[in-house]
């Protein structure tokens, strides 16, 4: 069964600028999850999508955005990049139920210059 | 301001030796609690998960222990090995209310294998 997977794996851009993530779930899951990965702060939820609808956020303000498709696939948006926006995003999924494993992709690792 | 980055405790063990990571973690009302473990380059990758009604799991070389009173977890790994060494992680989730997909991660701890 392929893992989860997200494109691209690496990005860089420009203050200012926005940018999409994408992420594909295992087949077969229905909740994705995405989160930040920075030195400074660790790893934050971000927010988690179930069958096109988002049952949690955490605290980010809105220039984080996403969406899933009725596939699964997930996708993350930032707009109006910052500099502290730099980090590794994963994107985790899983079948959605309260407990739950939670598999993660390998992360796009976004550079904001 | 500039950010602090964060000084993850680091464990350094001799190959063959048994490891144990300590984790502290800080809402009374988790009840689901995972270790993952990341290697460099690589998303978090799932070990051990235990419930709130165990105090302990065992797993494949790995041994989860729970201590709710004082709310800590640690991780055993036994005979570690130098493909162990990576970044490990635990999380903790509610699953009752609006908790959906949300982990809530510790810090982290580096392990070191020596050959």
């Known amino acids: 069964k392929a893992g989860v997977t997200q494109t691209p794996r690496y990005l860089i851009k420009t203050r200012g600028q926005q940018v999409t993530l994408s992420c594909s779930p295992i087949?077969?899951?229905?909740?994705v999850s995405w989160y930040q990965q920075t030195p400074g702060q660790g790893l934050q939820f971000l927010f988690e999508?179930?069958?096109?609808?988002?049952?949690n956020k955490g605290n980010f303000p809105g220039r984080f955005s996403g969406r899933q498709f009725s596939n699964s696939r997930s996708e993350m948006n930032v707009s109006t990049l910052e500099l502290g926006d730099s980090a590794l995003y994963l994107c985790?999924?899983?079948?959605?139920?309260?407990?739950?494993?939670?598999?993660f992709g390998p992360g796009t690792r976004l550079t904001v210059t | 301001g500039e950010s602090v980055g964060l000084h993850l405790p680091t464990l350094s063990v001799q190959e063959g030796d048994n490891s144990i990571i300590n984790c502290a973690y800080s809402?009374?009302?988790?009840?689901?609690f995972i270790w993952y473990k990341q290697e460099s380059g690589k998303g978090p990758q799932f070990i051990i998960d235990?419930?709130?009604?165990?105090d302990k799991r065992q797993g494949q070389r790995v041994t989860v222990l729970l201590n709710k009173t004082v709310k800590h977890l640690s991780l055993q790994i036994a005979a570690t090995q130098p493909g162990d060494s990576a970044v490990y992680f635990c999380?903790?989730?509610?699953?009752?209310?609006?908790?959906?997909?949300?982990?809530?991660f510790g810090q982290g701890t580096i392990l070191t294998v020596h050959p």
């Open positions: 999380a903790e989730s509610r699953t009752g209310g609006t908790s959906y997909g949300k982990l809530t």
């Open positions: 985790a999924s899983s079948l959605g139920q309260p407990i739950d494993e939670q598999y």
């Open positions: 235990i419930r709130s009604n165990m």
């Open positions: 809402n009374s009302a988790s009840d689901y």
């Open positions: 999508y179930f069958s096109e609808t988002q049952r």
């Open positions: 087949s077969g899951h229905r909740s």
